[in-house]
């Protein structure tokens, strides 16, 4: 993949996070392999994935959208994962991802633009943006958190270039339907491939971004390389992994979970502290690594910034 | 016989040995008051399941030894749904009663879960040989079908929590209506004339009754 470099490039601040986690990974190697030996469980191995050679990204931009919040380590980030096209349990991802090939990739762009229809490869998507860290919180429909740093460009510069039309009413974006490398798609936990949606003014506000890394680095395949999606004031499944595919459409998409129980996801799925999931409260949530349930903010603490996209629209309704 | 009640008592320590290990080594995972939860709800479930089984195991092998057994494997269930619950109260909402009492009220799961909780309280505290003694078989009997509401209810408690994917806990309601079922099915045999049946229907708590003690 093609990553811009500017020229100076600074000591990265996470040298510590590495060290961090080998520390852990060898620990669990070795309590992985001492047990093996004393027990034969089965609940072995519940992190034995391997995590592949990244390519770094050097001198990132720092967004003023970055919170000063203390960071997930990468470890947290890269094995507590929800990503069901391989699996539902939170560690299958980190488990079995690896067996998607992300290279080559291109996004098939189509639908209510001036430019035409074309398969974009990931190169010349990624060659006119400048790549900033932006430090998001991420808060989940299943009520925990985390604080991720990711590496991306706003959304909005990337829809710009394919010139929507008055028509482009919604952005549809699909996920890599691959059954034959994603096993979980290859059972009907939900209708593949994953499908998701933003109206065109959230799409185009500056918090929506396409994410290519965490932690300076490209992204693990457990977190949806080469591009996904990261919109910090909806609940984390919104931020749709591994996209193959934008559309520019007229009508509202539904997107998965919609589709697979309608009374508890809806399309907008803002973080609401106010709107109960019908089966849990999402008035607090649990930040991953913390101890206490800490209150839920509306927007996820992003109301400043997107509040005024859902003036005189009832949250309660549209979920 | 009585040989294997110790091995069989350790073996049930197992799942808390693991959860142990995990705690030491970091394996827990990123978010361990969830995994926690998970793995006390799984072993509940599961020693319910298994202490279910013994009577109709012991109806159709005929192995009178296996009610020994009984006994432990639900006091095991109670101890795995202590740790569940009071992962719960304490690590996960740290005696916070007000929220507690919201979410028992509100979320149904929880409801379920903690009546499957509250329903086993009695059989645990009935299931010395002096209280069975006390309430004399008959009542003991009766007060201990409690323990298919208690199973139900987590089984349902399961169900109703899970995100999407309702395989896991539709294993659990599968084995408990089997176990269930064939209780139903041994009630009607015996009430059938002509058919014997060499013990009590309702689980039999001379027979059950652990000798040792």
Redesign the interface.
């Known amino acids: 993949m093609l990553i811009k470099q500017a020229p100076d490039i600074r000591s990265s601040e996470i040298t510590d996070e590495r060290l961090y986690r080998n520390r852990?990974q060898f620990?669990?190697a070795a309590?992985g392999a001492a047990?093996g030996a004393v027990?034969g469980?089965t609940?072995l191995g519940?992190?034995g994935g391997a995590l592949q050679a990244q390519e770094p990204i050097p001198n990132l931009q720092k967004s003023p959208f970055s919170t000063d919040e203390a960071l997930?380590s990468y470890?947290?980030i890269t094995?507590?994962n929800n990503f069901?096209e391989f699996g539902?349990d939170?560690?299958d991802p980190a488990r079995y991802a690896d067996e998607m090939t992300i290279a080559p990739w291109s996004v098939r762009v189509e639908g209510e633009m001036n430019k035409p229809a074309a398969d974009v490869d990931i190169d010349d998507i990624l060659r006119p943006h400048t790549l900033e860290e932006r430090i998001y919180r991420l808060r989940c429909v299943?009520a925990?958190s985390m604080v991720v740093p990711w590496v991306g460009f706003p959304l909005g510069d990337l829809i710009k270039r394919f010139e929507p039309t008055s028509k482009a009413n919604f952005v549809k974006f699909t996920t890599l339907y691959r059954p034959e490398e994603m096993r979980g798609q290859r059972s009907r936990?939900?209708e593949w491939p994953y499908v998701e949606g933003l109206r065109m003014d959230e799409a185009l506000n500056p918090l929506a971004i396409i994410a290519v890394g965490v932690y300076g680095k490209t992204l693990l395949n457990q977190q949806g390389p080469p591009l996904r999606l990261v919109v910090p004031w909806k609940y984390g499944f919104k931020s749709i992994k591994s996209i193959a595919k934008i559309e520019f459409v007229e009508e509202q998409p539904r997107n998965s979970w919609n589709v697979?129980?309608p009374n508890e996801y809806g399309f907008y799925s803002n973080v609401n502290p106010e709107v109960?999931h019908p089966?849990?409260?999402q008035a607090?949530h649990?930040p991953?690594?913390a101890?206490?349930?800490v209150p839920t903010l509306m927007f996820n603490g992003y109301a400043d910034q997107v509040a005024s996209l859902y003036d005189g629209m009832d949250l309660v309704r549209n979920y | 016989m009585r040989r294997l009640k110790p091995w069989v008592f350790a073996a049930c320590l197992?799942p808390l040995g693991?959860l142990l290990?995990r705690g030491f080594?970091?394996?827990l995972?990123?978010?361990p008051?969830?995994y926690i939860t998970h793995r006390t709800g799984d072993w509940t479930l599961r020693f319910l399941l298994i202490a279910l089984a013994i009577t109709p195991l012991r109806r159709m092998t005929g192995w009178s030894g296996l009610a020994q057994f009984r006994r432990m494997l639900g006091l095991f269930a109670f101890f795995y749904a202590t740790l569940h619950f009071s992962t719960y109260l304490v690590?996960?909402?740290?005696f916070a009663f007000d929220?507690i009492l919201?979410?028992i009220v509100?979320?149904?799961?929880v409801t379920a879960g903690f009546t499957g909780f509250v329903l086993l309280i009695p059989l645990a505290l009935t299931s010395s040989q002096r209280m069975i003694r006390r309430l004399g078989g008959e009542r003991w009997r009766r007060l201990h079908r409690l323990v298919y509401a208690a199973a139900t209810a987590g089984v349902v408690h399961y169900l109703?929590?899970v995100?999407?994917?309702i395989r896991p806990p539709m294993v659990y309601a599968a084995i408990l209506a089997v176990l269930l079922g064939v209780r139903l099915w041994f009630r009607f045999a015996r009430a059938r004339p002509g058919v014997t049946s060499g013990v009590d229907s309702s689980g039999g708590v001379p027979v059950d009754a652990d000798p040792v003690r």
């Not at chain 2, 690590?91 to 740290?94: E, R």
């Open positions: 852990r620990i669990q309590s047990m027990a469980a609940v519940q992190y997930n470890e947290d094995t507590y069901y539902m939170k560690g299943e925990w936990t939900m697979s129980i109960d089966r849990w409260s607090r649990r991953i690594g101890f206490f349930r | 197992i693991l290990w080594t970091g394996g995972t990123a978010n008051i969830e690590l996960d909402f740290f929220l919201d979410d509100e979320r149904r799961y109703w929590l995100k999407l994917d």
